[in-house]
């Protein structure tokens, strides 16, 4: 019986590559609107190489972009990079489709709702309080403060841990299939992969650690009466 679904919260509960790209975009375009001397496409392929190399969460983006770019150091364009890149990220942080339909129907069924996230725990708090969504879940995890990131099976055990229920009555589900699928898998409970946003290609050597695989989360409902025993009639797409 299944008593907990657990859901990754980038790119499974809130819609954060496509508002990154665009935050990233809109940054480059002030910066050059404010006089910075460079074009477009250079900045911003400088700019994604510089993620690569320091992370995401690297809070001295702008100042390096100027850097690589060889442009002399003018904190006017860094503002104007900062400022478009955070009134973006304000103004478009959506959440993924049908993720409030689904969390209520879990809900109704009884089921307990948790998330599992890796990254900055108040950038990933910010994420829920601004979508709204943290009344849905009866607990948060987040890596940071368990020492290790996902696949780590630490992060997974005290997620089931926090509920006090056995592996296979928890379901994640998530985006990720190397960190969420292959990573729940290794401790036992069931798996859902939702094939979403840009790993919804990747990884694909674990595809095997997936029990099912859905593009619209409002299929979730379905998969929870299926792993239950209730929905054989029903047709659900299963690997
Ligand atoms: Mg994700």
Redesign the pocket.
């Known amino acids: 019986m299944i008593k907990v679904v657990f859901f ?5 509960i809130a819609d954060t590559s496509r508002l990154a790209e665009m935050a990233r975009k809109n940054a480059i375009e002030n910066m050059i609107r404010h006089g910075m001397p460079a074009d477009f496409d250079t900045a911003y392929s400088e700019l994604l190489d510089l993620i690569r190399e320091y992370g995401s969460n690297f809070n001295r983006h702008f100042d390096y972009l100027l850097r690589r770019l060889d442009i002399p150091y003018n904190p006017k364009w860094v503002a104007a990079g900062v400022i478009a890149y955070h009134n973006t990220k304000f103004a478009y942080l959506r959440e993924v489709r049908h993720v409030r339909r689904t969390l209520l129907k879990l809900k109704e069924m009884g089921l307990l709702l948790g998330i599992i996230t890796d990254g900055n725990p108040i950038k990933q708090w910010e994420k829920i309080l601004r979508l709204e969504l943290d009344a849905y879940f009866d607990e948060v995890l987040i890596s940071d403060f368990v020492g290790v990131k996902k696949p780590h099976p630490k992060i997974f055990r005290k997620a089931i841990g926090k509920f006090g229920v056995e592996a296979d009555e928890a379901v994640m589900v ?3 299939l190397y960190s ?1 699928i292959y990573g729940a898998k290794q401790v036992g409970m069931h798996t859902v992969w939702f094939k979403y946003g840009k ?1 919804a290609d990747r990884e694909k050597e674990y595809l095997k650690y997936a029990d099912f695989t859905i593009e619209d989360l409002k299929e979730l409902p379905e998969i929870i009466e299926v792993l239950n025993g209730e929905g054989a009639d029903k047709e659900v797409h299963a690997d």
Not at 8 to 12: F, K, M, V
């Open positions: 990754d919260l980038d790119d499974t998530g985006d990720r969420d790993y």
